[in-house]
């Protein structure tokens, strides 16, 4: 039977323990557990789940978007939508107003990119940087951060000039013209050489 004095702050420890902590990562699970003790408990923690209203979470987004980004709002209602849902599952309370309410609507944001000149210049300063190799393999591959940290010796074939990408498997030529995530004339054609000299 569903419990109607159970607060916000009660039902989020019972998810954090019960469901988080044994399905998630360690770093992952930090992550919800200090956005639920910092962001959520001390503003709606007190209040009681069977008598929270969805106007109430709305408002709630909208105080947190005056001070974060919209992701981040994003993975706070992420987070109610989970340990909302669950709960209805356990049977831990009887209605579910999150589900009533709308995550914040991201905004669209022109994607800007350097020129192949200011990439080179980049490169030019960051010459003998410790993360150089870092650098110049993001730029010249498009390759995301982690999909660059992820990158392993046994995923670069030396022959093919191509890096297989260790997080969706997709191989990333080392020697081209252009590259899918720039835009047209702003990518500088690379080889193994670079990468050769500086292992």
């Not at 190799?133 to 951060?145: E, N, Q």
């Not at 030529?173 to 990518?187: N, V």
Request: proline share 6%; net charge positive; hydrophobic share 35%.
């Amino acid at each position: 039977m569903p419990d109607n004095n159970i607060t916000i702050k009660e039902l989020l420890e019972t998810w954090l323990e019960e469901y988080a902590k044994p399905n998630y990562k360690p770093t992952v699970y930090d992550v919800e557990s200090t956005t639920v003790n910092k962001r959520i408990v001390p503003v709606i923690g007190k209040q009681r789940v069977q008598q929270i209203k969805p106007l109430t979470i709305t408002r709630f987004y909208n105080d947190l978007s005056k001070k974060y980004s919209p992701d981040y709002v994003r993975h706070i209602h992420a987070i109610l939508r989970k340990a909302f849902r669950l709960a209805s599952k356990w049977e831990m309370i009887s209605t579910n107003p999150i589900e009533k309410v709308e995550a914040p609507k991201l905004r669209k944001t022109e994607m800007k990119v350097w020129t192949m000149e200011q990439c080179m210049r980049f490169l030019n300063i960051a010459e003998g940087h410790v993360h150089y190799i870092v650098y110049s393999l993001a730029i010249h591959t498009g390759m995301r951060k982690g999909e660059v940290l992820g990158l392993r010796w046994k995923d670069i074939d030396w022959v093919g000039a191509s890096a297989n990408d260790p997080v969706d498997g997709q191989l990333d030529a080392l020697s081209r013209d252009y590259h899918p995530r720039y835009q047209d004339g702003q990518f500088h054609p690379a080889n193994l050489h670079w990468i050769d000299a500086h292992s």
